[in-house]
């Protein structure tokens, strides 16, 4: 079965502060398919990134980036220069193989940034 | 807008009853999904539906059904329903039936059984 595991339930930083989001899965399957989610206080699931596991390279988005790691089953996130914006619940997601398309959710981190 | 319309946003019910959430999904997305967002279970897959044919089912309860209609759009039913159902339910869709689409979600309906 697949599992992802959000270590971290919350995370609170001063702004302009990194912070690092950590995500740990767990699946069987060679091909599989990993996302993060935001969840802002209005309650909506925004869509940030999805990556395959095929491919290992790094991305960067603005002040937003993902380092996934097959070796160690970690697909972690870092906001650069944290922004009150970005105080929300952010998720990371597995779907693929067995499981199908179905996403299987870690619990979540609360990113909470002060001004 | 993220494309995908949920309604309700809020519905307040009694123990007991029953009630039905509508999701139409992103226009071209065959694919729709039902998630279950609880204080205590976090986000969970509830079921799918491709092209009006369930594909997979996940945690649902028997109490709960789905059905995706020829024009596509979705229904959850919830019924007999209990305290512990108050849930954020949130819908999706995706493009088809290959794992290599992304998801869009709706903005959900927040269910609260009182």
């Known amino acids: 079965a697949q599992k992802v595991t959000q270590a971290q339930t919350e995370i609170s930083v001063v702004e302009k502060e990194d912070v690092t989001l950590d995500c740990v899965y767990e699946?069987?399957?060679?091909?599989?398919?990993l996302f993060w989610y935001k969840q802002p206080p209005s309650g909506e699931l925004v869509f940030l990134i999805r990556?395959?596991?095929?491919?290992?390279q790094n991305e960067i988005s603005g002040r937003y980036s993902w380092n996934f790691q097959k070796s160690t089953s970690s697909f972690n996130f870092t906001i650069t220069a944290s922004q009150v914006v970005d105080s929300a619940v952010y998720f990371c997601a597995l779907s693929g193989g067995a499981a199908g398309n179905k996403l299987t959710f870690g619990g979540g981190t609360r990113v909470l940034v002060k001004p | 807008d993220s494309g995908v319309t949920q309604t309700p946003k809020h519905l307040i019910t009694a123990t007991g009853q029953r009630v039905t959430l509508r999701c139409s999904p992103r226009?071209?997305?065959?694919?729709v999904y039902w998630y279950q967002q609880s204080l205590d279970q976090g986000l969970q897959f509830l079921i799918q539906y491709y092209n009006g044919e369930e594909r997979a089912k996940g945690n649902i309860l028997e109490r709960f059904s789905a059905q995706q209609f020829p024009d596509l759009h979705s229904e959850l039913n919830l019924s007999s329903l209990e305290l512990g159902d108050s849930a954020l339910y949130f819908c999706a869709s995706s493009a088809g039936d290959s794992r290599s689409y992304g998801y869009t979600f709706g903005s959900g309906t927040r269910l609260t059984v009182v």
């Open positions: 226009s071209g997305d065959l694919s």
């Open positions: 699946t069987r399957d060679t091909t599989y398919y």
């Open positions: 990556r395959n596991s095929f491919d290992e």
